[in-house]
């Protein structure tokens, strides 16, 4: 008998043994899988924390070291009326306002959903750090002020790795702003013997010349950059120095006609302390500079008016405002600047009337105005101004405003201007003012809130210069 073709075979003992282990390699790449899915989860909401506290640490570095440059703390460089402790000494409610913004704004970021546990705010000089920046007078510290800030966020949960007995995590961050003002820096240690240029960016177009009407002198030296009469003072005067003095900005132009006409005869300066029939105080000639061909308009943008009206409301970006450079800048007197101004202004600081020019119309302002008797200055939104628009309550504490503008210093001595005509300048340095008001001839009340400058006498170029939206620039810088 023949055997089947099919046979039936059965399954060895080997085979038999091997039933069902598919299932237990399944089973631990299960185990394993989730493992590495849980750690996933864990190390990426460390990640996303990580960045959060270095995004709260950065913006708390750049909004202390915007309070250093604002301040004018680099205008006053020895410390003179021992004004530094308000802004950057330790934290007490009354001083150390640098410092107490750098901790407000940290805990407005939060990480891992909760703010951070209170950061640490500290000064230097590129040295070893301080949290109490007036033992730094001496060094470099008011030229190039470093603030640097630490944020920590204790007992981050963790949601898997507390199976392994880690329940909570600590993340912190750093960041360090400086604020840099280029008056004096050859002699302050930071280029030895060279002065490194400033070239900011939406400078107002109002040229004035290196004459200090509160003291008859000069602003900035021209020889090293450093500030003639380095300090703060109250009340509006020049008294303890240029910091807070308040006078007028007058257009050396008169009234009428489609070009400037210089008030005097042609070929003479504009000068300091010239009286301006109906209004009192100090005052100070400008002329108009040159501006680009275009301008962007600020937001919201007023009007439509010409070019030197689009340069004050917005951003004059093409015009070159080097400084220290031999006759790199340039005013054109074939412009009269006085109509412009005073609709550019009224745009740019949202100032209502051009008759009220001893309180505000709905500008942000100083109290008393224009002439803060307490120091750290205190800017106050009006009731027009970007801050009420964007839900603040008028009268409420600002540190950013529209009416604070640059404009740029030239070197008049020897410097001959002719009506009508475009002539090259030198600019020396920057000052830094905040509008109080414009009138109805094109004056503007301003106060001066830092100076910065940029000359070192031989009109060569030192080194690249800085580029920024503000004579006293402030960025994020790695340590030293």
């Known amino acids: 008998m023949r055997a089947p073709l099919i046979q039936r075979r059965t399954a060895s003992t080997g085979r038999v043994g091997q039933r069902g282990i598919t299932i237990v390699l399944v089973a631990l790449a299960m185990v ?64 150390g306002l640098a410092t107490r913004v750098a901790k407000a704004v940290a805990n407005q970021n939060t990480i891992g959903g909760s703010p951070a546990t209170t950061p640490t705010v500290s000064y230097s000089a590129g040295g070893s750090l301080s949290s109490d920046c007036v033992s ?48 004096n820096s050859g002699n302050a240690g930071i280029t030895p013997g060279t002065i490194t240029p400033v070239q900011p960016r939406c400078v107002k177009p109002w040229v004035v010349p290196n004459l200090d009407p509160g003291t008859g002198g000069i602003f900035v030296n021209v020889t ?76 919201p943008g007023c009007t439509s008016g010409e070019t030197f009206e689009v340069a004050i409301e917005g951003c004059d970006q093409p015009t070159n405002y080097a400084c220290g450079i031999l006759n790199a800048g340039n005013v054109d007197l074939s412009e009269n600047p006085i109509l412009p101004t005073v609709a550019g202004v009224k ?43 964007a839900g603040l309550t008028a009268g409420t504490a600002v540190t950013a405003s529209s009416s604070i503008v640059s404009l740029p210093i030239y070197d008049n001595v020897g410097k001959t201007l ?38 070192n006498g031989s009109g060569a170029t030192v080194g690249n210069p800085v580029i920024a939206n503000s004579p006293v620039p402030v960025r994020l810088i790695t340590p030293p």
Request: net charge negative; hydrophobic share 40%; proline share 5%.
């Open 224 to 299: 090293d950059g450093s500030i003639a009469n380095g300090g703060i003072s109250l009340g509006g005067t020049s008294a303890s120095g240029v910091i807070g003095e308040k006078f007028w900005l007058a257009p050396d132009c008169g009234l009428g006609g489609g070009s400037c006409v210089l008030i005097g005869a042609p070929g003479t300066q504009p000068a300091a302390n010239v009286t301006i029939a109906g209004e009192s105080g100090n005052n100070l000639q400008y002329v108009p500079g040159e501006v680009g061909t275009t301008s962007v308009i600020g937001v």
């Open 418 to 455: 002719i009506s009508g005509a475009a002539t090259p300048v030198t600019f020396v340095g920057f000052l830094q003012v905040f509008i109080n008001a414009v009138d109805t001839n094109g004056n503007i009340l301003v106060t001066v809130l830092n100076v910065s400058g940029c000359s």
């Open 32 to 95: 394993a899988i989730i493992a590495m899915a849980a750690l996933s989860i864990d190390v990426i909401t460390l990640y996303l924390a990580r960045a959060e506290a270095q995004k709260a640490a950065d913006a708390s570095a750049l909004a202390a070291g915007r309070i250093l440059s604002m301040s004018g703390i680099t205008g006053d460089p020895q410390n003179s009326t021992g004004n530094w402790t308000f802004i950057c000494g330790p934290d007490d409610g009354t001083h």
């Open 347 to 389: 745009c740019l600081t949202h100032q209502s009337d051009e008759n009220n020019v001893i309180s505000t119309s709905g500008q942000d302002y100083f109290e008393p105005f224009g002439a803060p008797s307490t120091y750290p200055f205190q800017i106050l939104a009006g009731s027009g101004s970007n801050a009420v628009t």
């Open 136 to 183: 730094l007078v001496g060094t470099p510290f008011a030229v190039n002020p470093i603030v640097t800030v630490q944020v920590t966020r204790a007992s981050l949960p963790t949601f898997f790795s507390r199976i392994w007995g880690n329940t909570t995590n600590t993340i912190s961050a750093t960041a360090t702003a400086e604020a840099f003002n280029p008056s």
